[in-house]
């Protein structure tokens, strides 16, 4: 078994992290390189989980309040208002799946709330078309929903979901 790593992501990560990105869709958006060079330079937590050679495994990008990120979720979220971590989006390659690189990433975005004082992990998850994959995870990591939104021009439900940062639930 390989040895993995944690790390802040580099730009150089970019073309590869836009790849396994994109290789997601339709449960995330595309965003392409330019997209995910954007995206990244407002994020307070952008690390990677990487495998031998330093290949990337998976990928965790999170926000905090008062970025000018045009997300239809993370909109929802600042005008509800609190000080929150917002997860944007996770990534993990399909090779790397079950090795509990989720919930090692997440780990990066409750100890970044908690350094910047921000009591709430804010995210969401497809509800339609489903996403069974993400809806377990986040069951898992303790999230509970608070609301629902259409978005994407009313084509995708999501789950808008919160759990407190004070406690990263134990790895199992």
């Not at 979220?77 to 079950?98: L, N, S």
């Not at 993400?134 to 995708?156: K, N, Y």
Request: proline letters at 8%; hydrophobic letters at 45%; charged letters at 20%.
């Amino acid at each position: 078994m390989s040895v993995i790593r944690l790390r802040d992501i580099r730009p150089e990560d970019v073309p590869a992290l836009a790849e396994l990105n994109d290789s997601a869709a339709p449960a995330l958006n595309v965003l392409g390189v330019e997209g995910m060079a954007a995206l990244l330079a407002m994020c307070d937590v952008a690390t990677v989980a990487t495998g031998a050679n330093d290949s990337i495994l998976a990928f965790v990008l999170s926000l905090g309040p008062g970025q000018p990120y045009a997300s239809e979720n993370y909109r929802w979220f600042e005008a509800r208002g609190g000080a929150h971590q917002y997860i944007d989006r996770i990534v993990v390659a399909p090779q790397a799946a079950g090795r509990g690189l989720g919930r090692a990433l997440y780990a990066s975005v409750f100890d970044r709330a908690m350094a910047a004082g921000r009591p709430e992990i804010t995210t969401e998850i497809i509800l339609e078309p489903p996403n069974p994959e993400s809806a377990a995870f986040h069951r898992r990591m303790g999230f509970r929903q608070i609301s629902e939104q259409l978005i994407r021009g009313g084509t995708v439900r999501v789950a808008l979901m919160t759990r407190p940062a004070s406690e990263m639930p134990p790895f199992a």
